[in-house]
């Protein structure tokens, strides 16, 4: 529930090559919870792109009790 202060977190984790794909995906749900629906999709695209797998996860992931509220 606490969406701003994990949005600024992922933002940091953003500079480490290794887990861009992984803080986009992130960051992608953080910003579907606030209602930023053109940037969670933004994001999602640049998650898929290093892993296509991240398409499916996204809408598992949003189904999760402790995304939910």
């Known amino acids: ?3 701003v202060e994990a949005e600024k977190d992922l933002q940091a984790v953003l500079t480490d090559k290794q ?3 992984e803080a986009n995906f992130w960051l992608a749900l953080v910003k579907d919870k606030q209602g930023k ?3 969670a999709r933004d994001l999602l695209n640049k998650a898929i792109n290093q892993n296509p797998e991240y398409n499916e996860a ?3 992931y949003k189904q999760l009790a402790t995304l939910k509220g």
């Open 37 to 39: 629906d053109s940037e």
């Open 1 to 3: 529930g606490e969406w």
């Open 58 to 60: 996204f809408e598992q």
């Open 19 to 21: 887990l861009t794909g």
